[in-house]
């Protein structure tokens, strides 16, 4: 009978779940990729109105400060985004790692039942064996008994002929 572990469906349903919560992890990274790239494309921006604001008219200097201040604030705005992100992402990474300890913990239960199956297994096959060789030892012992009684009934009759 092959090997059948009794928690599978447990151990299936743990791979499920982390499976799931990878692609919550992903998607959460994703996210923080986004805010990354959104803080990036605003320091950018900052640094092109910092240019085109030493090549500006002196009359526009006050709508390019205006800008710039709603730049920074918008710089602000996106590094809180990008810190709740982060911070989803570590509480979602923390859920993963203990999904992935309790599919580790049945994994290694299932490991080590399968060995002792597998122990199990070969202790009856050695005990077939063996019962095998005990009858095949009985059967050779007695089949050597009645060669040595034949023998011993031939010798008699060869000492009786001889008499």
Excluded: C
Aim: hydrophobic share 35%; net charge negative.
């Amino acid at each position: 009978m092959p090997f059948r572990y009794r928690l599978q469906k447990i151990l299936d349903f743990r791979i499920r779940k982390k499976e799931e919560q990878l692609q919550v992890v992903q998607k959460a990274q994703q996210a923080v990729y986004e805010a990354e790239e959104n803080i990036r494309k605003n320091n950018e921006e900052i640094r092109d109105t910092q240019i085109n604001m030493r090549q500006a008219n002196p009359m526009m200097y006050e709508a390019y400060d205006k800008y710039l201040v709603h730049l920074w604030e918008k710089a602000e705005q996106l590094e809180i985004i990008r810190q709740e992100a982060q911070r989803v992402l570590d509480i979602e990474k923390q859920k993963l790692i203990k999904l992935e300890q309790g599919v580790k913990v049945l994994e290694k239960h299932k490991e080590k039942n399968r060995e002792a199956y597998i122990a199990e297994e070969k202790a009856a096959e050695l005990k077939q064996f063996s019962e095998l060789g005990v009858t095949r030892f009985f059967a050779q012992s007695k089949e050597k008994q009645e060669e040595e009684e034949k023998e011993v009934l031939r010798q008699l009759a060869q000492l009786e002929e001889n008499t």
